[in-house]
């Protein structure tokens, strides 16, 4: 079992950047790929970025793509989301989540056994 605990969120200006962290503790942090998702107000989760325990494949949104970069540091049981160029469609609360390790980046929500309790992230015009 792991517990994922999110952070970085807050307001941001339109074009501005943010990094959140995604802290994990319990089990060996490197079982697990890991992945972004995020819910805006009214709206279904919606996938965002996922990497392999050994950060060695990533994959990104198209809604995100060259603006959002996942990475990973295993020494520090974190997972990172820098998020750069961020528009007011961004705005969201985003979520960790953590599946038992296949080396294999994961698009759906379903397959992500832990989750934390969320950042909220506010981009406005």
């Known amino acids: 079992q792991v517990q994922l605990v999110e952070s970085g969120g807050g307001l941001v200006q339109a074009g501005g950047s943010l990094r959140l962290s995604c802290a994990a503790a319990?089990?060996?942090?490197?079982?697990?790929?890991m992945a972004w998702f995020r819910q805006a107000p009214g709206k279904e989760h919606e996938f965002v970025a996922a990497i392999s325990w050994s950060g060695s494949r990533t994959t990104v949104a198209n809604s995100v793509k060259d603006r959002f970069t996942i990475s990973r540091d295993n020494a520090k049981n974190t997972v990172y989301l820098q998020m750069n160029r961020l528009k007011p469609e961004d705005t969201a609360v985003y979520y960790c989540?953590?599946?038992?390790?296949?080396?294999?980046?994961?698009?759906?929500?379903?397959?992500?056994?832990?989750w934390g309790q969320g950042t909220q992230v506010t981009v406005s015009s």
């Open positions: 989540g953590a599946a038992a390790r296949d080396g294999n980046p994961k698009l759906n929500r379903d397959e992500y056994d832990y």
């Open positions: 319990g089990r060996t942090f490197s079982s697990y790929d």
